[in-house]
C-alpha cells in the first residue's frame, strides 16, 4: 500500500507539475527507506534468554520443572542489550503458532532488560525442548517486519497430569519388626495424630483437618515410625500404564500436602520414603520418565 500511495504521488506530482507533490513523494520515500534501517537495528544485537525456574502451570503453580501434562506452561524470557538506544515494541512468540500466534510485546530500556512470558501447552509427560520462538519488531512505522528465529537449547521435563478424582491414598506397609496394618480415611488422611501439645513443631500440625474442625492435632510421629506409605505401581487398581502413573502422581501431591513420608515404587525404580520439596520432585521426574 506504501509503494502504491507513492507511485500515486508521483505520476500526480509528473502530470501535473506540482513540487510540492515531488517534495511529499521523496519525503515519504525517505522516511520509509530509514525506517527499514530503523527497524532492523531495533533487534539486532538483542540477546536473549531463558530464566531457568520460573514457569508456571495448572495444577499447582510452581518452577519449570512442575509442569504437567495438558496443562498451559509459561516460561519466562528476558531481552537485554547493551547499546545506549532503547528498544521498543519487540515481540515474541512460538513459531509453530503461525496461524494465531500469541505474541507477547516488551520495551527494552536504554542498556538494560526486560522480561517477556511465552506460553505453551504440554501435551504429553517427558522430556521435551523448550519450543522453537521467534522474535520480531516492525517499529517505528510498521512498514517492515524484521524477525530471527531462535531455538533454545534447554528441554523441559513433563509430568503426568494427576488424576482429577484419585482415590484415597494407600494403607501404610508396617516396617521391619513391626505389626498390624496403618488405616486410612476416606479423606486420604492417616490416622495416627493427636491432640496438639504445647511445643510441638509446626511441621507436625495437620492443618487440613484443623481447616475442618477448628482443633489444632499433630501427627503421632511414634505412630509413622511403625508403618511406612508407599505409592506402589504394582497397587493401582486400573491397568493402563498411562493411568497408573497419572494416579501415582496425584497421590504424590497429596502425600506431600500432608507432609507425610512416602516412598515410591514403580518398574525398575524404588525411591525410599521421605518428604520435602526436593523428595517429591524426585518421585515426579521418575513417573516423567518412566
Known sequence: MLAITLLVLLVASINYQLNLGYLLTFMLAGAAVIGMHVTHGNLRGVTMNLIAGRADSTPGNGSIGQIFAGSTANIEVRLSHTRKSQRPSLGLALLDDAHSPHWAWADIPAQGSSTVNVAFKAERRGLHRVPVLQAETRYPLGTFRVWTVWRPKSEVLVYPAPEPHAPALPSGEPRSGGAGAARVQQSGEFDGVRAYRRGDPLKLVVWKKAAKSDELVSRDTQQS???????????????????KLSRLTAWVIAADKLGSDYGLRIPGREIKPASGEAHKRACLEALALC
Do not use: F, I, S
Open 225 to 243: 515410625q511403625r508403618y511406612e506409605l508407599w505409592l506402589d505401581y504394582a497397587a493401582c487398581a486400573t491397568t493402563e500404564h498411562e493411568a
